[in-house]
């Protein structure tokens, strides 16, 4: 299996621009999870979809983040406008619901 | 929330050396991983292990869910086991959330 695929897997932007991430997760997984990590904050989960639906996205800071899973094998976080404390290691995440959670390598964000 | 706790939070280790890495949570879970982030920032699953023992090379891991923590040994110990050691807790009333500890940062030195 390809495993968890995320892309960019870095990606530098101005303040004010809009990022996309993106993330295709293990074929068969019907959970899919947005983390950011930070050294400050550590891992912090943004948001979990199961079956396709946002089922919890409380840990999404804010109203310039969303994110969208449009069917079962694609899934996209946004932010806009991007602001410099955005800087991060975003992970997707996937997992049949209640097995072992496999991430991807992550997409490096930096907002200068 | 539960809580995670992760102890020690830094280990320095000579190579062939062995260590145990502890994980306390504050609440009974259904779901527990160890996960070990490399020092390329890639976090690798390790063990799915709720509840028991299970072994895969010189890595070890137990949890002890009635008394609510899990213990991770890495045996003869070797550079590439460095990185960041991460246990993460799942409860029935989560919603999936993975609720990750601080983790235990582990240097091996040759």
């Known amino acids: 299996d390809a495993g968890v695929i995320q892309s960019p897997r870095h990606e530098v932007t101005e303040m004010g621009q809009e990022v996309t991430l993106r993330c295709k997760p293990i074929?068969?997984?019907?959970?899919l999870f947005w983390y950011r990590q930070t050294m400050m904050r550590g891992l912090e989960l943004l948001i979990y979809?199961?079956?396709?639906?946002?089922?919890?996205d409380s840990g999404m800071p804010e109203d310039r983040f969303s994110a969208k899973m449009p069917n079962a094998s694609f899934s996209t976080l946004k932010i806009q406008p991007s602001e410099p404390r955005d800087s991060a290691v975003y992970f997707c995440?996937?997992?049949?619901?209640?097995?072992?959670?496999?991430f991807g390598e992550g997409s490096w964000l930096t907002v200068v | 929330g539960i809580q995670v706790e992760q102890s020690p939070p830094d280990l320095i280790l000579q190579e062939g050396a062995n260590s145990t890495l502890r994980c306390n949570f504050s609440?009974?879970?259904?779901?527990l991983q160890w996960f070990h982030q490399n020092p390329w920032g890639q976090l690798i699953n390790l063990f799915y292990?709720?509840?028991g023992t299970k072994q895969n090379g010189r890595l070890s891991a137990t949890t002890v869910a009635t008394e609510r923590y899990s213990l991770l040994y890495i045996s003869s110990s070797q550079t590439t086991d460095s990185g960041v050691y991460f246990c993460a807790v799942m409860t029935t009333d989560s919603w999936g959330k993975l609720q990750f500890g601080a983790g235990t940062q582990v240097v091996v030195t040759p």
């Open positions: 979809f199961n079956n396709n639906v946002p089922i919890d």
């Open positions: 609440d009974s879970v259904n779901n």
């Open positions: 995440a996937s997992t049949k619901t209640g097995n072992t959670i496999y």
């Open positions: 292990i709720p509840s």
């Open positions: 074929s068969g997984h019907n959970s």
